[in-house]
């Protein structure tokens, strides 16, 4: 029987009165007050969010040059200091993960999906990168919304934007999930009280992974296991912004065959003009070019549904059209923003 | 009006003369979670018990409200078209779904305390 983990904040998440949900084998919060008041009040306010079941795994930066030829972006010329999201890909350009590096002095911290934690270790021992796992031993909380970098200067010197810092307690970024300002922070057990105090003593509200998926998918940004599997590319998942990596790196011919021909799967993003949610593994039609949404739901400040669908080629129409249990439901590709 | 009762499928119905009212227990609305669409049934629209009556469509997931016996629908709560969010705050009351004339009657629901039971 697999083991359930939980998060160093879990007897905090029960005094707040949590809804747990099961999240790749950790108990985490779903929703507290009910995830479209807590999508507001980050939009509007600032929340934070117990993010700690993400794997956290510190490599020296002697190992680099290694883990270079597995992602798809340039992490050599990354300077200490900045941050840098992208994606480890298979031989066949395929995405293993999207992950996050922090980079200082002497380590990078590598932040990835908890459903991939395991993959990734596997993946670094077998390519012999040596690195110090924090996962368990540290908590991992981000503060987001328009109000959290005004609300975290009294308690941290505030790096720029996708740039991170450390000091004796904590180690953090100015980065984020939600589309909106704030920092990603990680502190160890026994500091934790402390950050958590401040969080509160601040008024910034827990909020839970419900409305960390709302708000992620009204900013776009894609979520591995739905936008991103072993089946789809960066290419294909509409990041080739990620591609920064010129030499050559798993699967990278591939990947650049795919740009050259422009044959391959296209990742859209849709909004109907209903609240019908066209949710994870609906049919949609784009004329003749079949698609299937990879996620879907309402977006609290559009107030309509939208997500996101992956297409077999590139559909020649805007014009989609759903199949939501039996009915038929219209909506549109939309090029620009779900939010402008 | 009787007493409300409540189904295994947390729906719950008050009978008055020979028409009942219908909706999802507050243990049900919390589950779902945001309800943020709601399909409700037309008016004369017959039902046997048993049978998929509304879809309730929150952010978490989709789900079915079923009829609690072989009814035909005789009103139903339109303002739920433009504030499905009654349902979470008043899932017993104003978020009502349904009212429906009885075609044949089984009033085999479970009181609150037994439903409550039923649900810890």
């Known amino acids: 029987m697999p083991i359930i983990k939980y998060s160093p904040l879990h007897s905090l998440h029960l005094k707040n009165k949590a809804k747990f949900i099961e999240f790749s084998g950790w108990t985490m919060p779903f929703s507290y007050k009910g995830t479209i008041k807590e999508h507001q009040f980050v939009r509007q306010n600032n929340g934070y969010f117990d993010v700690s079941h993400m794997g956290r795994l510190v490599i020296g930066n002697d190992y680099l040059q290694k883990v270079s030829t597995l992602i798809c972006s340039d992490l050599l010329e990354l300077k200490s200091g900045k941050a840098l999201y992208s994606i480890f890909t298979d031989d066949n350009g395929s995405a293993l993960d999207d992950v996050i590096f922090w980079k200082y002095d002497e380590y990078v911290l590598l932040i990835c999906n908890a459903a991939n934690t395991e993959k990734i270790r596997n993946y670094l021992q077998t390519e012999e990168i040596f690195y110090q796992d924090l996962t368990e031993k540290t908590a991992l909380v981000a503060v987001q919304g328009p109000k959290a970098i005004s609300n975290l200067e009294t308690l941290l010197p505030i790096p720029g934007s996708f740039s991170c810092l450390s000091n004796d307690k904590y180690t953090y970024a100015r980065t984020g999930y939600t589309g909106e300002d704030g920092l990603e922070i990680m502190v160890d057990i026994e500091d934790l009280d402390e950050l958590i105090s401040f969080l509160h003593n601040n008024e910034i509200e827990p909020c839970g992974l419900g409305a960390r998926d709302t708000l992620r998918l009204e900013a776009a940004l894609p979520l591995y296991g739905f936008e991103l599997t072993e089946d789809i590319t960066p290419v294909e998942a509409g990041l080739k912004w990620t591609l920064t990596n010129k030499r050559v790196y798993r699967g990278s011919h591939i990947i650049d065959q795919q740009i050259k021909t422009g044959n391959h799967k ?51 129409t805007d014009l989609l059209e759903f199949e939501i249990r039996g009915k038929f439901i219209e909506g549109k590709i939309l090029k620009k923003r779900f939010l402008s | 009006m009787t007493e409300k009762k409540y189904l295994e499928t947390h729906e719950w119905y008050s009978l008055t003369d ?103």
């Not at chain 1, 019908?276 to 070019?289: D, E, P, S, Y």
């Not at chain 2, 139903?76 to 017993?92: R, T």
């Open chain 1, 266 to 316: 296209v990742l859209k993003k849709f909004v109907i003009d209903s609240r019908n949610i066209a949710r994870t593994g609906t049919n949609v039609l784009a004329c003749n070019i079949h698609g299937v949404v990879t996620s879907g739901n309402f977006s609290p400040i559009l107030q309509k549904s939208i997500g996101f669908v992956l297409f077999e080629s590139q559909p020649d």
């Open chain 2, 18 to 120: 020979n028409t009942i009212t219908i909706g999802i227990s507050d243990y049900a609305q919390g589950e779902l979670g945001d309800i943020v669409f709601v399909t409700l049934p037309e008016v004369g629209q017959e039902f046997s018990k048993g049978d998929s009556m509304v879809e309730v469509e929150a952010t978490k997931t989709v789900a079915e409200a079923y009829a609690p016996m072989d009814c035909v629908v005789v009103e139903i709560n339109s303002s739920l078209d433009s504030e499905p969010e009654i349902i979470n705050s008043d899932p017993c009351g104003e978020g009502w779904m349904v009212k429906a004339e009885v075609k044949n009657l089984d009033d085999s629901g479970m009181l609150y305390q037994e439903y409550e039971n039923f649900i810890s």
